[in-house]
């Protein structure tokens, strides 16, 4: 059996419409993207991308609420807060994916999951709505996630945020290319002095890492559903500095070029989640190999039959095993704060 033959059987077992939106999607993006010049046409990607408003009356038990921390750069972040509750909850600051180029945090795709993320762990989601690029190209997203850091540590009582949700329990978490994010404003953090926010821990959803080497599972896994190499290479090109090649930094956390976080103390335990049919996966495990290597503490997690983005599809049985993961996870690391050994 090819790896292709094996993709296909993992997405067998989706319903109809389940392949056809993701068929549509696909589409959209490959549409919207002009590869000759590097860049997307927002008015199509928009057709594709539908919209999610808040939720200011809690439905079925969260209630959400947008947040703006900078107008002038369209930075502002969703809050999810579960109303069922009265019990202090973690923090979850959240990263969407999108290749750093698509997707918003009122996506409705993206609204949908961190519902579900707060309901189920349950947890304050804070959803950033960061800038794209290749308007905005790096560290643009890196910037916007620290400063909505720092806007949370300094106004404690914005708009919505709840009475129970534990600044001394916070996450940063991301998807895909918000994974990527995630590590490298994790990775900032560690150098900010905050009064409120302490990240006890670091959640990555197949992250988006990459470099110039081509990898087995870069190569031998085509025909997989969202990921090529040709989409990857062109958002890369999008995202990274220009004349810069994917061993940057940004992109081969790492490779020779990569941050050095042996003597970052403050890095916090990781848990990073892999796809047996995600061409990424190898990029993702040298990730996790990485951050032992340099002395921290973290987790890998691989479902052998899914591929990537299979956790925003919840008939996927392995889409509730990773919640269930991530909440032990966060019960493990909180845990540490409630018997001191963490800040």
């Not at 999607?25 to 991308?49: P, Q």
């Not at 972040?77 to 973690?90: E, I, W």
């Not at 503490?297 to 993961?325: C, G, K, Q, R, T």
Request: aromatic share 12%.
């Amino acid at each position: 059996m090819s790896n292709s033959q094996g993709a296909q059987i993992c997405t067998d077992k989706l319903s109809w419409k389940t392949k056809l939106g993701m068929a549509i999607f696909g589409f959209g993006i490959r549409s919207s993207v002009n590869r000759s010049n590097g860049t997307i046409n927002r008015f199509i990607m928009s057709l594709f991308d539908i919209k999610s408003p808040p939720t200011n009356t809690p439905k079925n038990g969260i209630q959400s609420t947008d947040v703006v921390v900078d107008p002038n750069r369209n930075l502002w972040f969703r809050l999810y807060n579960p109303t069922a509750t009265d019990t202090s909850l973690p923090v979850i600051i959240y990263f969407h994916g999108g290749g750093f180029a698509f997707v918003s945090a009122n996506s409705i795709a993206m609204d949908t999951y961190c519902k579900r993320l707060a309901k189920q762990l349950p947890a304050v989601i804070i959803s950033v709505n960061y800038r794209l690029t290749p308007e905005h190209r790096y560290p643009c997203q890196y910037d916007d996630g620290l400063d909505v850091l720092k806007f949370i540590d300094s106004n404690l009582n914005f708009k919505g945020f709840p009475a129970n949700a534990d600044l001394n329990r916070c996450f940063v978490a991301g998807d895909s290319a918000g994974g990527n994010i995630a590590h490298h404003v994790t990775l900032r953090a560690c150098d900010s002095n905050f009064s409120s926010v302490n990240i006890i821990g670091l959640i990555g959803l197949q992250p988006f890492f990459g470099g110039e080497e081509r990898t087995e599972s870069e190569i031998k896994l085509v025909d997989v559903p969202y990921i090529t190499i040709q989409g990857t290479d062109s958002l890369w090109r999008m995202f990274l500095p220009e004349g810069s090649n994917r061993d940057h930094p940004a992109a081969n956390v790492s490779g020779p070029n990569a941050d050095d976080i042996s003597k970052v103390a403050k890095f916090p335990s990781t848990i990073v989640f892999v796809g047996g049919f995600d061409p990424l996966k190898d990029w993702q495990k040298r990730y996790y190999e990485a951050l032992k290597r340099h002395g921290k503490e973290a987790y890998l997690v691989e479902y052998p039959n899914v591929f990537h983005a299979f956790y925003s599809i919840p008939e996927l049985e392995e889409s509730d095993m990773l919640i269930e993961e991530v909440k032990r996870f966060m019960e493990k690391q909180s845990l540490k704060v409630l018997e001191g050994t963490t800040k």
